[in-house]
C-alpha cells in the first residue's frame, strides 16, 4: 500500500476522503469543478514565481512521477551529490525502514509480522516536497544534510500544511540519518512560517498511525456532510446521497460535528428523532437556545415549512422597510486579484412596477476604480432608498473601496447606514427547511429559480478569468445573467419575508 503526503492531507482534511480515494472506484467521482482546477493553476504560478524568486538554479529528478521509485532513487543521489536545491523530488520509505517508522507511533513492534493489506502489499511511505535545501552540519551524506521547503497558495500556515512538514522531515531523517532542525512553508506573497517539528512531529505520527489503522482494516469512516468543506470534493455527490438516504444529521443546519457527538450519545440519530427528541434533554446537553434551534429546524425540514421563530422581529416594517424606490446590491469578485469587478445594483420602483438592473461591470481590472464612482452615482440620486443584499460581503466592499478610492467617510457611512442585511434578518425570525441558509437554497425554496442552473459564484470567478484571456464576451453574458439572478432572488426573498412576517 502506497500513503503518500496527498493521501495524509487528505486524511487529515477528511478521513473519508482518503478511504475513498484508496478504495472506491474513481469512476464514481465527479467531475473537477472549474474552479478546482483555476486553484491548480493559481497554485503553479505560486510555485513558479517561488522558485524564480528565490531559488533558479534548482535541480530536479528526470525519472517521471508515476516512477516513484526511480524518481526517490535519483533525489537520493542528488543529495548525495550536495545539490544546493533539488525540485519535485521524492522521499521513499519502504519495507523494514517504514515498518520501523510506524513502530513509533502504535503499530504493532517490528518483530511483528510486517503490515499488509489484503493484497498483501507492505506499507510504502512516499512524500514529494517542493523544494529541498541543503544546509551545513553532517548527515550521511557529508558536511551537509537537508531540509524541506512546501510552497502553499493559502494566506495562513494550515494545520494540514504543517503536518505534511513533520511528514517531510520524518522521511529526510530515515534517508540522511539525521533531522532537519527546520521545515519550512511560503505561503502567499512568499510569507514563509518554520514548522516547530517538536510540536507537530509527534501529531504527524499519532495522524499516521490512525491513517494507516483504518487503511489497513478498511474501516470505512462515517459520512459527515459540511458544506464549506466539502464542498469542492470529488467525492461529494457520492457522500451526499448517501446522507441523504440517512437522514442524516448533518444535513440539518446548526448540526457541527461536536453537536453530532452529543446528539449520537443522547440517541438522537437522524433529522426525524431531532425533531421529535425532548427539548429538555437536548438543553442540559447543549444549552437551551441551540436545543431549540436545532429541534426547530429539524421540525421544518419534517414538516416542510417555514417557522416563525420565537425571538422574530416585532416590528417588521421597521427592521424590513418598504419603500417607493428599493436597491437590491449583489457583487461578483476575484479574490486572487483582491478585485471586486462587478457591482449589481436591482432598482425597484413599487409605484410603477418596474425593475431596472444596473450592471457595474469592469472589463478590465483596473476599471474597478471608475465602477465604483459610477456606482456612487446611482445610489446617490435615491438618497432614501434602502439597499438589501445578502450577506456581510457587501457591507465589507463598500468600506473597502470606500477607503481605497478615497471616498469621504461621511459619504461611505450614510451608504451603510442605508443598507438592510437579509442573511442577518433572515436567520434571525424563520426557520426555513432547507439544508443550507444560503441565498440560492433560501430562494429556490420560495420558487425563485436562476435561469443558468448549477452555477456558483466560484463559477462566475473562472469565467470572468477567461474573458480577460479570451476576449469572449459569452462569459461576461454569463456573469450578468447570474448577478441579475440574484439580486432579484434578494428582492423575491425580501418580499416573502415581510408577507410571511407580517400574517404570521
Known amino acids: 500500500m502506497l500513503l503518500t503526503d496527498a493521501l495524509l492531507l487528505d486524511y487529515k482534511r477528511c478521513p473519508r476522503r482518503a478511504f475513498l480515494n484508496v478504495y472506491k472506484n474513481s469512476e464514481e467521482r465527479d467531475p473537477e469543478r472549474d474552479f478546482l482546477l483555476k486553484l491548480r493553476q493559481e497554485s503553479h504560478n505560486h510555485v513558479v514565481t517561488v522558485l ?37 523530488g521524492a522521499l521513499l520509505l519502504s519495507d523494514f525502514q517504514a515498518w520501523d517508522l510506524l513502530s513509533q507511533v502504535g503499530v504493532p513492534t517490528p518483530s511483528d509480522p510486517p503490515p499488509v493489506n489484503d493484497k498483501g502489499d507492505r506499507i510504502i511511505l512516499l512524500g514529494t516536497p517542493h523544494l529541498l535545501i541543503k544546509r551545513p552540519g553532517i548527515s550521511k551524506f557529508g558536511n551537509w544534510w537537508y531540509s524541506p521547503v512546501s510552497i502553499q497558495l493559502g494566506r495562513r500556515p494550515k494545520p494540514e500544511y504543517k503536518l505534511v512538514a513533520a511528514f517531510y522531515a520524518q522521511l529526510l531523517a530515515t534517508m540522511q540519518g539525521v533531522f532537519p532542525t527546520t521545515s519550512e512553508v511560503v505561503l502567499r506573497r512568499q510569507n514563509r512560517y518554520t514548522v516547530d517539528l517538536l510540536e507537530w512531529l509527534p501529531r504527524m505520527r499519532e495522524t499516521l498511525k490512525d491513517a494507516v489503522q483504518m487503511l489497513l482494516v478498511r474501516r470505512e469512516p462515517e459520512v459527515f456532510i459540511s458544506r464549506q468543506r466539502c464542498s469542492l470534493c470529488h467525492w ?27 446528539l449520537q450519545a443522547m440517541g438522537v440519530d437522524s433529522v426525524a428523532s431531532l425533531a421529535d427528541a425532548c427539548p429538555i434533554n437536548l438543553g442540559e446537553t447543549m444549552g437551551r437556545e441551540v436545543a431549540a434551534q436545532l429541534k426547530q429546524q429539524a421540525q421544518a425540514i419534517v414538516e416542510q415549512r417555514a417557522i416563525r421563530k420565537f425571538n422574530g422581529f416585532l416590528d417588521i416594517r421597521k427592521t424590513i422597510p418598504t419603500a417607493e424606490i428599493e436597491l437590491y446590491f449583489d457583487i461578483e469578485a476575484e479574490p486572487e486579484r483582491n478585485l471586486d469587478y462587478l457591482l449589481g ?52 466592499t ?15 457611512e ?7 442585511d437579509l442573511h442577518k434578518r433572515t436567520i434571525s425570525s424563520v426557520t426555513f427547511p432547507v439544508e443550507s441558509y444560503s441565498l440560492k437554497a433560501l430562494a429556490n425554496w420560495i420558487g425563485f429559480q436562476w435561469r443558468d442552473r448549477g452555477v456558483s459564484g466560484d463559477q462566475c470567478v473562472c469565467w470572468y478569468d477567461r474573458w480577460l484571456t479570451t476576449g469572449d ?19 423575491h426573498l425580501k418580499n416573502w419575508l415581510v408577507e410571511f412576517l407580517v400574517d404570521g
Not at 464576451?473 to 428582492?491: K, P
Open 236 to 262: 461529494y455527490s457520492h457522500c451526499y446521497s448517501l446522507a441523504q438516504s440517512q437522514q442524516h444529521l448533518s444535513l440539518v443546519p446548526g448540526v457541527t460535528p461536536n453537536r453530532y457527538e452529543y
Open 52 to 88: 524564480a524568486e528565490f531559488y533558479p538554479n534548482y535541480q530536479k529528478p528526470q525519472a517521471s512521477h508515476q516512477d516513484w521509485e526511480a524518481r526517490a532513487k535519483e533525489t537520493e543521489a542528488l543529495m548525495q551529490q550536495g545539490v544546493e536545491c533539488i525540485y519535485q
Open 473 to 491: 464576451r459569452t462569459f461576461l453574458e454569463a456573469i450578468l445573467r447570474y448577478n441579475e439572478d440574484d439580486c432579484r432572488a434578494t428582492f
Open 414 to 420: 450614510s451608504l451603510i447606514s442605508r443598507c438592510v
Open 345 to 396: 445594483l436591482l432598482l425597484v420602483d413599487r409605484q410603477t412596477n418596474s425593475k431596472h438592473f444596473y450592471p457595474f461591470l469592469a472589463e478590465k481590472p483596473e476599471d474597478e476604480g471608475l465602477i465604483w464612482q459610477q456606482f456612487l452615482a446611482v445610489v446617490s440620486a435615491y438618497d432614501n432608498a434602502p439597499i438589501f443584499h445578502f450577506s456581510e460581503y457587501e457591507v465589507e
Open 398 to 412: 463598500i468600506k473597502r473601496l470606500a477607503n481605497l478610492y478615497k471616498t469621504p467617510r461621511d459619504r461611505m
